[in-house]
């Protein structure tokens, strides 16, 4: 297959940067399509841990293309950081290609984004504060920079002339804070723009020229199904669209050429941020969870709430993005538990769902149906064929590919990239 999706399954934090990571060694090209700075995936390789918040997965791949699509708002500093860091540890960056058409994270989208959640107060979205939000509302509004025009010094400087005095009058009459200053951003976006030259390019061809001479592609989102835009627990959600049709807008390749969907579910359910969450364990469970698990956000370091698995959301994932196949990801965080439940339906006012509520304010109120599971109780991270796992393992990943429709492909047993058990090749 020449071109798979990865997406997540859940409320991000699945693990797909892993997943990523391993299947790039046999993918010529690694894009990340939407989302900004906001996402983090880390990667680990022999022990080492790798920390990418703009730069895909696949950038320990020397031979990999690494490609940010025109999909993903681009903070400069952050993507130069991510490069500098990268670069420092022996990793070369000279693969990456950055689409003209991305939009540019800018100092007024951050400012106004942190301005905003703390106005919010107790109805706070829990964003990250990078900006990303008020970024694609610009782009909507019609009013956003995008890369091609940040590596014109004129154009960027005449845009940013139009668009400052808007953004100084909301910060002034608004949120009463000290208007930015043109001249300083003028030079500080210069100076990333003058780096930035070299990796910018029109990905929209690249892409479709790759595909039509038969190059492997994995496209990488960021966050996952419950943050999409659309889809996920609005508004406690990120601004683009983590979905598999993500892709189409977000990479500029037709829906016609994707031949694979990987939809990455972690064995139990984390979220990081306000909003429902159904399984949620607030208790000595969900503790035992974030500590087995080390659930602190890879961006911001906040501890991830924690729950059992739902499989009504993966279901509902698979109906979304159309997923061919689940990697699973953090099966040995299970390894301790006496007893693992699984969330099969949800029920309200004694009848059962068929489908995941839009309203947060029934979403709170459906009741889970647990089926519950006889725990293993004995490591598993060191196993390496599907035979191998004990039975009860087997047991509830096989009745989680029955309760999703979605059939196993891969089953992740460890952080590293030989702690993974293929059932099936997917690139």
């Not at 903070?75 to 939009?103: Q, T």
Request: hydrophobic share 35%; glycine share 10%; proline share 4%.
């Amino acid at each position: 297959m020449s071109a798979v999706v990865i997406t997540g399954t859940q409320w991000g934090d699945e693990g797909k940067g892993k997943i990523v990571d391993y299947l790039a060694a046999r993918a010529d090209v690694v894009v990340r399509f939407q989302g900004g700075s906001n996402a983090g995936h880390t990667v680990t390789v022999n022990g080492e841990e790798y920390k990418l918040r703009l730069l895909p997965s696949g950038i320990l791949y020397p031979k990999t293309k690494c490609v940010i699509g025109n999909g993903v708002v681009l903070d400069p500093a952050v993507v130069l950081e991510e490069m500098d860091a990268m670069s420092s540890r022996g990793i070369d960056v000279s693969s990456i290609k950055i689409s003209n058409r991305a939009h540019v994270v800018m100092p007024y989208h951050k400012l106004i984004d942190e301005l905003n959640e703390n106005l919010r107060a107790e109805n706070k979205i829990g964003t990250t504060k990078r900006g990303i939000g008020p970024c694609y509302i610009d782009k909507d509004d019609r009013i956003g920079i995008r890369v091609c025009d940040l590596i014109d010094r004129e154009e960027f400087a005449s845009k940013l002339k139009t668009i400052l005095p808007m953004k100084n009058l909301i910060l002034e009459k608004v949120y009463n804070h000290a208007p930015l200053d043109f001249d300083a951003i003028v030079d500080e976006y210069s100076g990333y723009a003058q780096r930035l030259e070299p990796y910018v390019c029109d990905t929209i061809s690249l892409l479709n020229d790759q595909l039509d001479c038969g190059k492997k592609i994995l496209f990488e989102g960021a966050q996952a199904t419950m943050l999409d835009i659309d889809y996920g627990t609005y508004p406690y959600v990120t601004a683009s669209h983590p979905i598999s049709g993500g892709v189409g807008v977000g990479a500029g390749v037709a829906p016609k050429k994707i031949d694979c969907v990987v939809g990455v579910v972690k064995a139990y359910c984390t979220r990081v941020g306000e909003g429902p969450f159904p399984t949620e364990q607030l208790n000595a469970i969900g503790d035992k969870l974030r500590e087995c698990g080390h659930e602190f956000g890879t961006v911001t370091g906040r501890p991830r709430r924690t729950g059992w698995l739902d499989a009504c959301v993966v279901r509902y994932a698979g109906q979304l993005s159309g997923i061919d196949y689940m990697a699973v990801t953090r099966l040995d965080i299970l390894d301790s538990f006496d007893e693992i439940k699984m969330c099969v339906g949800y029920k309200l006012d004694g009848r059962l769902l068929n489908e995941i509520p839009a309203s947060l304010k029934i979403l709170a109120r459906v009741e889970p149906v647990y089926e519950t599971f006889e725990g293993w109780r004995e490591p598993i991270s060191d196993i390496r064929s599907y035979d191998e796992l004990p039975s009860k393992a087997k047991k509830y990943l096989e009745r989680m590919s029955e309760v999703t429709g979605i059939g196993l492909g891969i089953v992740s047993v460890g952080p590293n990239r030989d702690q993974t058990i293929v059932l099936k090749e997917i690139i």
